[in-house]
């Protein structure tokens, strides 16, 4: 078992070593979040499963802190209202229950962070195809594989095609993202 942990360790840490190439996408998607913000809009997040959770984890971060006191900032989950998701897809599909929330929420200047390791997901598509025929900018979180990357104005593609890979990287860009929004925040308290 101990040398199993230290496999998985160190596959991570190889992964953790290439995510450098990143910068610019993520330096990208960080002056489009602000940017954002600085304008008034919000960052809306989507993702399914583990990458739900994370969707509702960077909401928290803008709305509440991330590691200083300064005002709450514009981000919206699009992961948690359980009688619109339900609604939704139960009266039509699974595949629009981003879509038709991107459709009632979101606005132009507004942005739409889609999140999917194996970057297709069907609603994140949707949901992206219809922020950006709104004026919605879109990013993306996915791992090397997928569709969704062709779709956004800046997409954050993790070099990998593991899912427990893609998703430690991804909640270590998230982070840089939320800091880098939240250092820009001229509004400290």
């Known amino acids: ?58 909401a928290a971060e803008l709305v509440n802190r991330f590691r200083k006191e300064r005002p709450p900032m514009a981000g919206l989950a699009l992961t948690t209202d359980t009688s619109v998701i339900t609604s939704i897809g139960n009266d039509y599909s699974f595949d629009e229950i981003f879509e038709k929330q991107v459709m009632a929420l979101g606005r132009r200047g507004d942005i739409l962070v889609g999140i999917s390791t194996s970057g297709s997901s069907p609603n994140i598509v949707r949901a992206i195809k219809a922020a950006g025929q709104m004026g919605i900018s879109t990013i993306c979180l996915t791992g090397e594989g997928g569709t969704i990357r062709d779709l956004v104005d800046c997409a954050i593609c993790v070099p990998s095609g593991s899912t427990p890979r893609i998703q430690e990287a991804h909640i270590l860009i998230e982070h840089i993202l939320c800091e880098l929004v939240e250092d820009s925040s001229s509004c400290s308290i």
């Open 1 to 58: 078992m101990d040398n199993r942990i230290a496999s998985l360790i160190q596959e991570s840490q190889e992964l953790h070593d290439r995510l450098e190439q990143l910068v610019p996408s993520i330096a990208k998607a960080a002056g489009m979040m602000i940017g954002c913000i600085r304008h008034g809009g919000k960052v809306m997040f989507a993702g399914n499963g583990g990458s739900a959770a994370d969707a509702q984890h960077m």
